[in-house]
DNA sequence: TCATAAATTTAGACTAATCTAAATTTAATA
DNA sequence: TATTAAATTTAGATTAGTCTAAATTTATGA
């Protein structure tokens, strides 16, 4: 089993190599919150257990076994924030601290029966996919930013890539939530109008807020 | 906040003031599973902040801050354990472990949702009582072993002393579980023979296992 | 391509929690 | 009460994870 630390490192790294296929030693101190020197100890060791491909001052990749880890502790997190939010009655906006604490927890089979008491969901409140007991999951088909919706389009709200409390806070007073279908109603250079369904309101939203915005179409 | 071992120290503490009123190093290395030379340097801490009375040689006892801080973590445990039987359906020999790690989970607020989640229950799988947000709980009135028992008498399963696993599997096997009603056949100087409803078969019970059986009358 | 900036690593130190071994205090009893 | 045994504490060391400051490597661009 991994320490405490040694599997947020793990899940900080499979994240940042999500958009690039290596990551770097101040990328990860910046993620975990670290200093570099401090990253690099640590990366020694997770090379040492064969969890990292780790050469000195070029960057690391997860191994199979690695990856293997952080899906783990990336399906506890998305798992309990689903329970947080849909049992508990969290606002997705409050979870993310929780969570944090809670992919910790060692027990698989506890896991597994939390999976199977919620139904095997899919995706977590912030329409992240929810890997399964094998570590296998699936994205949504077509995901894309909002921001590339031409006028006139309509599309359906199905996950954000901001994750920050203000984002979502912001996101839930417009009403802009995980399900939501949205039209675009005017494209000008500077936001994009959308007409909100079911409430028909009328809306302006940065590109900044647009990109971060994932819909279906 | 306190670290995860001082919140353990603190738990020990409090079960074993729970029979006595002073618990020594020696008890407290014991329960911890640890040396007394650590449990030393760890009370001296303890006392330093104020959450135990500590005199070199003489034992401790919970100031009215420790006992709260060690109430909030034995209300944890006791919700958690809870959860994991009645909604995730694991068996009350079980659950230890995972609430020993679910305990240390920061969030109150998590803990009083997943309370009132569970419908706020008085009791956890083994018949102890759970704690309120306020630290105030209440232990069942006139509960005694099941020793104490004479010929004839009937009463019902409410709890246990020993919280052992190889225990509870004994209990269960011999449908001795919690609310389960028994009444007394006979009274050897080696055993009681009880007969167990409504299965109503008959069975002997050692003085040792009599001795760690509570009930209510 | 060479100087310099940026990134990374190494060296050395700190803290919390732990240990063993030795010293001290308390308790038990002859 | 004096001796010894048991309990407890102190002293000094260890490990995991962290830090700062200095040294090294890589990347940039004049």
Not at 62 to 79: D, N, P, Y
Not at 93 to 107: N, R
Not at 125 to 149: R, T, V
Not at 159 to 171: C, E, I, K, P
């Amino acid at each position: 089993m991994h320490s405490f630390t040694e599997e947020n490192y793990l899940k900080s790294i499979y994240h940042l190599l999500l958009s690039k296929d290596s990551a770097t030693t101040n990328e990860i101190a910046a993620a975990i919150g670290t200093k570099a020197a401090t990253v690099t100890d640590m990366l020694k060791k997770l090379a040492e257990k064969k969890l990292i491909n780790y050469a000195r001052y070029q960057g690391v990749s997860l191994t199979e076994q690695g990856r293997k880890s952080a899906l783990v502790i990336v399906r506890k997190h998305r798992l309990w924030e689903y329970f947080l939010v849909e049992k508990l009655q969290f606002k997705w906006d409050e979870v993310h601290e929780m969570a944090e604490e809670l992919e910790h927890i060692t027990s698989v089979k506890l896991i597994d029966r939390l999976d199977e008491f919620m139904g095997c969901p899919r995706f977590d409140p912030h329409g992240d996919p929810i890997p399964d007991a094998q570590g296998n999951f699936k994205q949504h088909e077509s995901l894309q930013p909002a921001l590339l919706l031409s006028k006139g389009q309509c599309a359906k709200i199905a996950g954000v890539t901001d994750h920050s409390a203000s984002f979502l806070q912001y996101l839930e007073k417009s009403r802009l939530t995980l399900g939501q279908t949205i039209t675009v109603t005017e494209v000008s250079n500077y936001d994009l109008s959308v007409m909100v369904e079911p409430s028909n309101k009328e809306f302006n939203i940065s590109h900044e807020v647009a990109k971060n915005i994932l819909v279906l179409l």
